[in-house]
Nanobody, 124 residues
Framework: QVQLVESGGGLVQTGGSLRLSCTVS????????MGWFRQPPGKEQEFVGGINWSGTYAYYADSVKGRFTISRDNAKNLVYLQMNSLKPEDTAAYYC?????????????????WGQGTQVTVSS
């Protein structure tokens, strides 16, 4: 059974940092591109960023570029989202997902597997 479990969310002040982890079981992530999405309160899900299977290339939404960094450890089946300089507008539930096709990395409906999410709240 495939499971993706996000962790590391919480409450942080504006300007602070958090590192989210996505622990994957039942799946060899080295065969997948990995992505992060978020859903702010009362809003639609939005793409945060993605990383290719080898970890050599990452792509970010403009809203987080320069502040967020995605990395992965294929040996440990882990994916990370380092979030720095957090803003209140980053408040959201954050989800990690696995997708085979890099060409659809920004399309949530194309993902093969999803986690349950972790809440990040940034106070002003």
């Amino acid at each position: 059974q495939v499971q993706l479990v996000e962790s590391g969310g919480g409450l942080v002040q504006t300007g602070g940092s958090l590192r989210l982890s996505c622990t994957v079981s039942g799946l060899t992530i080295s065969y997948y591109q990995m992505g992060w999405f978020r859903q702010p309160p009362g809003k639609e899900q939005e793409f945060v960023g993605g990383i290719n299977w080898s970890g050599t290339y990452a792509y970010y939404a403009d809203s987080v570029k320069g502040r967020f960094t995605i990395s992965r450890d294929n040996a440990k089946n882990l994916v990370y989202l380092q979030m720095n300089s957090l803003k209140p507008e980053d408040t959201a539930a954050y989800y990690c997902g696995a997708i085979s096709d890099w060409g659809h990395i920004g399309t949530m409906s194309s993902y093969d597997y999803w986690g349950q999410g972790t809440q990040v709240t940034v106070s002003s």
